[in-house]
């Protein structure tokens, strides 16, 4: 069965404090694997696509990585400002068609 | 570039009444536009995949007559909460497909039943 397993599921980190957020999937066919950030009360905002292992996307303290098992969001030198929750999905075929499988995501709080 | 509006961003509507979600891609054609729902504290549950111009595919234990979804053109598709419950209150978020699989989402509804 097609499965996403983000990790941890909440994290307080000290600003400057650099850490990683992890996704763990198993899925056949996978097509992509995404980040987002959702905030409190909003839809998600699109962060990074990687296709395949060993590719890595970077935007602004925010590096994403992808192995054939998992996928790694690092946060350098955090600001309270990137506080959010943060969301991993696989797109795989089911039925037919791509859906997205979501993991629960992890709550980030950056602490000034 | 790739925004998706959706309208009301607040509802407040009474137990037995309908209530129409809109979702539309501003600036790109969506072909397929996607309903989640989300509770408190969790993560986005797939409702249904909408396609332009047929049919909505509505994903295991959504009640197709209660949630109608129609997606009459390639930057509009609404969804339609027939009968409300307050069990039905939830955040109600839409996305469309980008060029490169991503999906755009909209800000969300957020639907309280009283």
Known sequence: ?112 | GAVVSQHPSRVICKSGTSVKIECRSLDFQATTMFWYRQFPKQSLMLMATSNEGSKATYEQGVEKDKFLINHASLTLSTLTVTSAHPEDSSFYICSANGASYEQYFGPGTRLTVT
């Not at chain 1, 987002?36 to 970077?58: C, H, I, M, N, V």
């Not at chain 1, 350098?76 to 959010?84: I, L, M, Q």
């Open chain 1, 1 to 112: 069965e097609d499965q996403v397993t983000q990790s941890p599921e909440a994290l307080r980190l000290q600003e400057g404090e650099s850490s990683s957020l992890n996704c763990s999937y198993t899925v056949s066919g996978l097509r992509g694997l995404f980040w987002y950030r959702q905030d409190p009360g909003k839809g998600p905002e699109f962060l990074f696509t990687l296709y395949s292992a060993g590719e890595e996307k970077e935007k602004e303290r925010l590096k994403a990585t992808l192995t054939k098992k998992e996928s790694f969001l690092h946060i350098t030198a955090p600001k309270p400002e990137d506080s959010a929750t943060y969301l991993c999905a696989v797109q795989a075929p089911t039925s037919g068609t791509y859906k997205y499988i979501f993991g629960t995501g992890t709550r980030l709080k950056v602490l000034a």
